[in-house]
């Protein structure tokens, strides 16, 4: 589990679910947790699984809750 925080992050892997979700695989770009590959998944971020893979974004943990903005 990831410390609270905001995380640089890219992704690496982004494939469709049927229930319109996205599951992602982020790989965190700078700090301690740098090279860790990390699964989410995410719904309504405006892109689909072919835009969405290869483009940077953050990923923020507030109370232990995930939340991601690409771009």
């Known amino acids: 589990m990831l410390a609270d925080g905001a995380y640089d992050v890219f992704v690496v892997h982004a494939a469709a679910r049927d229930d319109g979700a996205l599951d ?23 892109v689909d699984e ?11 943990i507030a109370e232990g809750r995930p939340s991601l903005v690409l771009g």
């Open 50 to 60: 072919l835009e969405a893979l290869g483009m940077p974004g953050t990923l923020l």
């Open 24 to 46: 992602l695989e982020l790989t965190i770009l700078s700090g301690d947790r740098k090279g860790e590959v990390v699964a989410l998944q995410a719904r309504n971020l405006g």
